[in-house]
């Protein structure tokens, strides 16, 4: 009896342990500056892209509430983490950005999976970010913009608008026509407080839609006043938040909200590659004709005077002479809650990495017609064919020799219609400027701005050259050509960063742009722009979202090149192009890939700002915020954010700073929404351009990560050959092709149960061993495999 009972019980803890094995979390290899990475199974394995993709999706949306991505509406956070200061000065705001990339990967996901409902659930969401209160301003036959001079210090706000300046808006009419039955815009605010954090909600919790830069060039992230986008003068004082930004002696209960066209134009980007996939949504395809439609508010002059050299702050507003045809960097509008009034302003300002060309070529394809034939009000066909051969001939005039694109134009110089500079290079009137909008720091300095912006001339020259248009193509080819050269040339790749620390990889991070360079003035024909210099002052290894981005246009340039996985078709850079992006993206699968999604420790010396920033309040306001901060002159950052300090992970940093003085080595490891969506789009493009490629697994931070220089398309692990019949097939139990978590279960069961022992191919491959029998040591193999601790067998 006691005998029989032993070997229950040896049996009940083998079983246990054999179940253990399949159950418990796989840890992959991969350490990020020695935590672990993930150790959660992937739900839909990683063996293909696709896979890897689902897998992602399911972290990053499925759970995405659980994972702290969405909020419980489904709102997705500028990032998972909270402290964070960059264009959001809170982790869990949202922004336009994150909500088009909810929509660009949902349109990812319809593709690879077939329509799922994905798409119109995510632009839906989307849909929170269209501001309901907008009384009658459709319904206004002018909005008026009054002219006030733009400066470049905070200190030198508020400035008094100038009566009887005004501008009009040439195309409200025609929109207020096509759209009557509505209320507003059919735009994106900007940027919203998900979980009404600051209060000016009310303090219930509730979405709330806030704004935050208003005062010039150089007021940072560090300097702004955040403000209710609804101002009823509950906040502030008697003159309500707005007093801080106007002289007027008693502000209107008043809306006023601003858009970043970038943000639509991702989104109705998505759309139309639902169209050409064949996944599309018709009534999600006609809301993108009307946003596309309603996007060329951008496409004006602020206070829509003349675009021209000679232009001056007391002219008048010009009509369609005011139209620049580029994605500038904002069209703002408002009015009186009670409805008597409205205002809208345009921007004088454009940069090259606000424009989307792959966009422009949607709004006017006849082919794929679901948005172009959504467009109800006249003149959007003919602005939009204007505005895409002008931001491609924008691109063209800005184009370094070495091949990154440089800043952008203006109407305005220096927001105030001066005299241009004797000598300044122009582009149909405008004059270049290195940094448009903001200085602090310069807006096209960081390398985001290059890889967002030529990711959508690379889609392009793919569609066009799919499409049989060979002028687009071409004209896309020449300037991808050169940056892709580029770009391949300067990753790094094994080398340390300038603490000494070895980096797998790593790319450009910062350009600094030479203070005497600019392009040669538009002649309506691409130069060399030898003079248009730069330097690459700073590299980088943890932006996941940039990284991906790069990788993500490579792709693309490299299908349109011809490229096939296994081959020497294609050109040579596209082939490198291809081999570089798929490096990229295997290495930061196995080297950051989490728990919640794929990420990599990173520092912020500028956070100390928080601490130390002035924020420039005028001395004659003083008030109050939704939660009590005091606003006075001679705040710092912090002092209108003392609720921060109730954040664990805040309360780290500022014991950091205050022993250290600094926050330069503070280690935070960000899942920004838009960095993982990123990620995913190029995880999907991989499957989409190139399904026959499979994933190389085995990258871990200690190793030599090389890409192949020969001149065959990298297909990876799996090779292109089938195994001949009988041949074992090692790992793939079940048989079906692919090693996964599947194969695990189904070998532990088989050890567990005599009655469902493998037998003939399935027992071959379960010897992962190679010796001869299957048992534990097989299983315990299998799942080192499996965790990316072994890359072979």
């Not at 921060?644 to 503070?666: C, I, N, V």
Request: glycine content about 8%; proline content about 4%.
């Amino acid at each position: 009896m006691v005998l029989k009972k032993t070997k229950k019980a040896v049996a009940f803890a083998l079983s246990l342990s054999l179940l253990a094995a399949v159950a418990s979390p796989l840890t992959a290899s991969a350490k990020v500056n020695g935590v672990a990475g993930r150790t959660l199974p992937e739900k839909f394995g990683d063996d293909t892209y696709k896979n890897m993709f689902n897998s992602l999706y399911d972290d990053v949306i499925t759970n995405g509430t659980k994972n702290g991505y969405l909020s419980d509406k489904g709102i997705p956070y500028h990032s998972v983490e909270t402290v964070i200061v960059e264009a959001p000065d809170y982790g869990h705001e949202t922004t336009s950005e994150a909500m088009s990339y909810l929509v660009w990967i949902a349109a990812m996901k319809d593709n690879l999976d077939g329509k799922s409902g994905e798409l119109a659930k995510a632009w839906k969401t989307m849909e929170t970010m269209i501001p309901s209160v907008q009384t009658k301003f459709m319904s206004q036959t002018s909005p008026s913009a009054t002219y006030s001079d733009e400066w470049e210090e905070p200190d030198m706000y508020p400035t008094d608008m100038v009566n009887g300046n005004t501008g009009l808006n040439p195309i409200h009419k025609d929109l207020s026509a096509a759209y009557s039955s509505d209320e507003g815009l059919y735009l994106l605010h900007w940027l919203a407080d998900v979980d009404d954090w600051y209060g000016f909600g009310g303090g219930n919790g509730g979405f709330t839609f806030i704004n935050t830069f208003q005062r010039g060039e150089q007021e940072s992230c560090f300097e702004t006043i955040p403000q209710g986008c609804i101002e009823e003068l509950k906040y502030g004082n008697e003159r309500g938040i707005k007093g801080i930004f106007t002289t007027e002696e008693k502000p209107a209960e008043q809306y006023a909200y601003t858009n970043a066209p970038d943000a639509e134009a991702r989104a109705i980007q998505g759309v139309y590659w639902a169209e050409r996939w064949g996944v599309e949504d018709s009534s999600v395809s006609a809301l993108a004709g009307k946003m596309t439609d309603q996007l060329r508010n951008d496409m004006f002059d602020k206070y829509y005077k003349k675009i021209s050299e000679t232009t001056t702050k007391n002219d008048t507003s010009a009509g369609y002479d005011g139209a620049h045809y580029l994605m500038a960097w904002y069209t703002s509008w408002g009015g009186a809650l009670d409805g008597t009034w409205s205002w809208q302003i345009g921007c004088s300002h454009a940069h090259q990495f606000y424009q989307n060309v792959l966009m422009a070529y949607a709004a006017v394809d006849k082919k794929y017609d679901g948005i172009s034939s959504n467009m109800k009000a006249s003149g959007a066909l003919k602005d939009w064919e204007q505005s895409l051969d002008r931001q491609l001939e924008f691109y063209e005039w800005l184009q370094s020799n070495a091949g990154p694109f440089a800043g952008g134009a203006t109407n305005s110089w220096k927001g105030r219609y001066e005299k241009y500079p004797s000598g300044i290079s122009t582009f149909y009137g405008m004059a270049y400027v290195a940094h448009p909008v903001y200085a602090d720091p310069g807006s096209n300095g960081w390398i985001g701005n290059q890889v967002w912006s030529t990711q959508r001339i690379a889609e392009l020259y793919y569609a066009a050259k799919e499409d049989g248009n060979t002028e687009i193509a071409n004209r896309c080819k020449v300037m991808l050509d050169k940056w892709v050269g580029w770009f391949v040339d300067n990753l790094k790749w094994n080398e340390p960063n300038k603490k000494g620390v070895k980096l797998p990889f790593a790319m450009p991070s910062v350009l600094a742009w030479d203070e005497n360079a600019q392009p040669d003035k538009w002649t309506g024909t691409k130069s060399d722009n030898k003079n248009l210099t730069f330097k690459i002052s700073d590299y980088g290894s943890s932006d996941v979202g940039c990284l991906s981005s790069l990788s993500n246009t490579l792709l693309w340039y490299a299908a349109a090149e011809g490229v096939a996985p296994g081959t020497s078709d294609g050109s040579a850079l596209g082939i490198e192009a291809y081999n570089v992006a798929k490096t990229l993206i295997d290495a930061m699968w196995c080297c950051y890939r989490d728990d919640i999604g794929v990420s990599h420790t990173e520092t912020n010396g500028s956070l100390k700002r928080i601490f130390e920033q002035d924020v420039w309040v005028p001395k004659t306001y003083e008030g109050k915020m939704p939660k009590g901060d005091t606003i006075k002159n001679g705040i710092k950052f912090i002092d209108i954010r003392t609720n921060y300090r109730e954040d664990p992970t805040f309360q780290e940093l500022e014991a950091y700073y205050k022993e250290h003085g600094d926050t330069e080595d503070f280690e935070l490891n960000y899942h920004r929404f838009w960095h993982i969506g990123d990620y995913l789009m190029a995880v999907g493009t991989m499957a989409t351009l190139f399904p026959d490629a499979v994933p190389t697994k085995g990258y871990t931070l200690e190793d030599e990560i090389a890409v192949p220089k020969d001149d065959v398309a990298m297909k990876g692990e799996g090779g292109s050959t089938d195994p001949e019949p009988g041949e074992a097939v090692l790992g793939d139990v079940d048989e079906n092709g692919t090693v996964d978590l599947s194969d695990l279960s189904m070998l532990a069961i088989s050890l567990l149960d005599s009655s469902q022992a493998l037998t003939g191919q399935a027992l071959k491959n379960a010897d992962v061993n190679s010796s001869g029998k299957v048992d534990l040591s097989d299983l315990a193999r299998l799942r080192q495999y499996l965790s990316h601790n072994i890359d072979k067998f």
